[in-house]
């Protein structure tokens, strides 16, 4: 069983950058799609980004899409999320999930099988 954990999240001020990073414990993250989502209070559990498991082409939700940026670190088998330009309107939970040897690449929580339990950004002055 995959166990997803996500860190990096922190305190920044607005127009400031932060990375976040998934990793599995004792396990690459070579043959899995990665997405990361998002939660603020009050809202939906959102779509931020993902990494296709076959050919590494990625997507980013239009209001990141110029500010994140997400890869993988093969030397160490995890997936980063570079968060730049940050707004305050970034503040949420952010997670991690993946989905074994899969080359779709959707912002869909439920195409999602593994979970991390999420990283707190806080994005203010």
């Known amino acids: 069983q995959l166990q997803i954990v996500e860190s990096g999240g922190a305190l920044v001020q607005p127009g400031g950058s932060l990375r976040l990073s998934c990793a599995a414990s004792?396990?690459?993250?070579?043959?899995?799609?990665i997405g990361w989502f998002r939660q603020a209070p009050g809202k939906e559990r959102a779509g931020v980004s993902c990494i296709s498991s076959i050919d590494d082409s990625t997507y980013y939700v239009e209001s990141v899409r110029g500010r994140f940026t997400i890869s993988r670190d093969n030397a160490k088998g995890t997936v980063t999320l570079q968060m730049n330009n940050l707004k305050p309107d970034d503040t949420a939970v952010y997670y991690c999930?993946?989905?074994?040897?899969?080359?779709?690449?959707?912002?869909?929580?439920?195409?999602?099988?593994?979970w991390g339990q999420g990283t707190q950004v806080t994005v203010s002055s």
């Open positions: 004792g396990v690459t993250l070579d043959s899995y799609a």
């Open positions: 999930a993946a989905v074994f040897y899969s080359a779709k690449c959707h912002v869909v929580p439920n195409e999602y099988d593994y």
